[in-house]
């Protein structure tokens, strides 16, 4: 009997891999908002460690408590500080209806959770608790620092920029002291830097919502305490001069689309700053990083041969 030629077996299709928040990152900011994914605005994800720890393995933890500390306490102050100023002088409590005083807070409250996250991470660490870091799901202290990262990040800066080119275009010279305006319109962009450069800490692209979404609410009340026949601190019927529905409506107009396109542009260069951040610092601080299951499972067929799953076939 002749012996039968055996068919060749096709290998099995391999599904590629899902892309990373790098490259999706990365897509959505070169093809626009059309490749942004729903599912990247929720503020979920896996590796918990990420919001507490430091980009440099090998920075020391009681040096980066310190510096949570340090800026958290800074703002902490400044922020009492800049309230009681305002409040028993002659704004009053006018100063709520300021966009810096809710940026200002929205910052402060970052600063004061980053701190009691560290804390509490390295207080389950010594007491032998295991993080839950592989269910995707998010601790809401965790949830509640991020959503006030990103409001902070982009919102402050544009602020900021609004704020200087305001006074440089005009040629107004602000009534507040110089240490308040560095603090209000200066500082936290120096310490934004910090933070996404020093800190591994995730930044997506698909959350530019939610400082977009916190600019909204307040153009909203604005537009509510315009109407509703609301002063600012001097009796001018508007809260700022370039804000003024009734006598200047297309200016407002272009305020708003101002505003709108330097927050795309800023959190977008933060994204990108976020996307290779990993190389400026690789030289001196190599990242650690804890392999997931298919680069645990290729680690192992390398290291001891063939994997189980070949020897059941």
Known sequence: MGSKTSRPVDPPAVEPLPPTTAERSMDALVHGCHSLELGQVKLNHDCHKDFTKPMCARCPIVLFVL??????????????????????????????????????????????????????????????????????????????????????????????????????????????????????????VIIAFLEVGVVTFPLRFEHIVYPLSFGLIYLIFALIYWGAGGTDPYGNHYIYIFLDFGKHPVRVIFVVAGEITGTFLIHGSFALFFLYREKFFAKCCPIDKEPDGEELETLTTTKYGTSTNEHNK
Request: contains cysteine.
């Open 67 to 188: 510096f949570r500390v340090g800026v958290a306490g800074y703002a902490f102050v400044f922020l009492i500080y800049h309230l009681t100023r305002e409040i028993t002088g002659r704004i009053g409590a006018k100063t709520f209806i300021y966009l810096e005083t809710w940026t200002y807070t929205a910052i402060t409250l970052y600063l004061l959770l980053s701190f009691v996250n560290v804390v509490i991470d390295i207080y389950q660490e010594y007491k032998s608790f295991t993080l839950d870091v592989s269910t995707g799901h998010t601790p809401w202290r965790l949830r509640l620092q991020w959503l006030f990262f990103n409001i902070s990040l982009s919102s402050s800066c544009v602020g900021a920029v609004t704020f200087w080119v305001w006074v440089i275009v005009t040629g107004i010279s602000p009534t507040t002291r110089a240490y308040e305006i560095i603090n209000l319109h200066g500082m936290w």
